[in-house]
C-alpha cells in the first residue's frame, strides 16, 4: 500500500514527527513505532485507524510526551519535548489534552467534578483543591455535558453511570480543557451506531468552532472517511497510508485489515460496548 501527500492544512505545525522510532512504555526499548514521519498543522483533523495493536494508542502517548523516542525527534508547537526541562515539558503538556479510551474517573466522584477536572493543568494547586469540594465553574461543565446529551448528569456521581456515559464524561473532559491539542484515543467503543455518529459529530464540530487540532484514533473507518478530512492508517508500527478521506479506498482498507471479512467487519460492525468496572481508574470539520 503506498502513502498519499497529507492534506494541506495552512496553520503552523503543531506536530512535526521525523523518522520516529518509540516503545510502547517508558522504560521499554523494544520498539512498536518505526520510522513515523507525520506532520499535523493547527485546525487539522486525523483520523488515526489500523487494526488492535497497528500503534494507535501508542502514538498518542508518544504525542503526549508519555513514552521519550527511542530514536528520530519529535516536535511540539516547534519544540522538542525531551530536550526541555521537566518543568518546561509539563507546562508544554498543559497545551494538550490527552483523552484515553477509559477515562479515568474516580467512582464516588461526581460528575462535575470529574468534567472540570479537564481544566486543572490550567489552575493552582489552591484552585484545583478548592474545585474538589466547590465546583465554582459548574455551568462550564453542563454546557459541556448538554453537548453531549448529559446535562441532567451534572451532579450524579461516576459509579451510577453507564459504560456510554463515562466514555462521553471523558470526552466532556476535552471540551472543558483550555488545550490546543486534543488526543482522543478511541472515544465510540462504549457507544451504540446511532450515538456514535452523535458523539463524533459533536467532537469534531467543538474542535473546530474552537480551532483545536484533532487526532482520534478509531475503527469505524467508514466514521473516519465520513467525518475527518484526513486519514493516517498504521500497521505494524509503520504509516501506510497518509492523505485525503475521501481517496482512502475499499481495496486500501482491505489491505490494511488483512481480508475482505476484516473490511466489512472494519466499516460496518461498531465496536463491542466496553465493560468499565466502577473501581477501575485508567492512565473534538463537521461530518459530511
Same mark, same amino acid.
Given at each position: ?41 493547527? @485546525? ?22 508519555? #513514552? =521519550?523516542?527511542? $530514536? ?8 522538542? =519535548?525531551?530536550?526541555?526541562? $521537566? ?10 489534552? %490527552? ?9 464516588? !466522584? ?11 493543568? !490550567?489552575? *493552582?494547586?489552591?484552585? *484545583?483543591?478548592? +474545585? ?5 465553574? /459548574?455551568?462550564? /461543565?453542563?454546557?459541556? &455535558? ?16 453507564? @459504560? ?18 486534543? &488526543?482522543?484515543?478511541? =472515544? %465510540? ?17 467543538? +474542535?473546530? *468552532?474552537?480551532?483545536?487540532?484533532? #487526532? ?19 500497521? +505494524? ?16 482498507? /482491505?489491505?490494511?485489515?488483512? *481480508? ?9 460492525? =461498531? ?10 481508574? /485508567? ?6
Amino acid at each position: 500500500m503506498t502513502s498519499s501527500a497529507p492534506v494541506g492544512a495552512r496553520g503552523p505545525l503543531v506536530v512535526a514527527l521525523r523518522d520516529l522510532h518509540a516503545a510502547a512504555a517508558p522504560l521499554a526499548t523494544a520498539p512498536v513505532l518505526h520510522g513515523l514521519s507525520l506532520e499535523v498543522r493547527q @485546525g487539522e483533523q486525523v483520523a488515526l485507524i489500523g487494526s488492535s495493536g497497528a500503534g494507535k494508542t501508542s502514538l498518542l502517548h508518544a504525542l503526549a510526551c508519555a #513514552v =521519550p523516542p527511542l $530514536s528520530g525527534s519529535l516536535e511540539l508547537f516547534g519544540q522538542a =519535548p525531551w530536550a526541555l526541562s $521537566s518543568r518546561e515539558r509539563q507546562r508544554l503538556r498543559g497545551r494538550l489534552f %490527552l483523552g484515553p479510551q477509559v477515562p479515568p474517573l474516580p467512582p464516588r !466522584q461526581r460528575v462535575v467534578t470529574a468534567v472540570l477536572a479537564g481544566r486543572l493543568p !490550567q489552575q *493552582s494547586l489552591a484552585a *484545583s483543591v478548592r +474545585a474538589l469540594w466547590h465546583p465554582s465553574e /459548574a455551568g462550564v /461543565a453542563h454546557a459541556a &455535558l448538554a453537548a453531549l446529551d448529559l446535562g441532567d448528569k451534572l451532579w450524579e456521581r461516576v459509579d451510577r453511570l453507564s @459504560g456510554g456515559e463515562r466514555q462521553r464524561v471523558g470526552l466532556a473532559r476535552a471540551l472543558v480543557a483550555d488545550a490546543e491539542l486534543w &488526543l482522543i484515543d478511541e =472515544p %465510540l467503543s462504549a457507544l451504540d451506531p446511532a450515538r456514535a455518529e452523535q458523539v463524533i459529530a459533536r467532537l469534531t464540530a467543538a +474542535a473546530h *468552532s474552537a480551532h483545536r487540532t484533532l #487526532v482520534c484514533t478509531l475503527h469505524q473507518v467508514e466514521v473516519a472517511r465520513r467525518c475527518f478530512a484526513r486519514i493516517v492508517a498504521l500497521r +505494524a508500527g509503520r504509516i501506510v497510508y497518509d492523505g485525503p478521506a475521501a481517496d482512502f479506498t475499499d481495496a486500501q482498507v /482491505a489491505a490494511l485489515y488483512g *481480508s475482505r471479512a476484516a473490511l466489512e467487519d472494519a466499516a460496518l460492525e =461498531p465496536a463491542a460496548p466496553a465493560a468499565v468496572p466502577a473501581e477501575r481508574a /485508567a492512565v473534538p470539520l463537521i461530518c459530511r
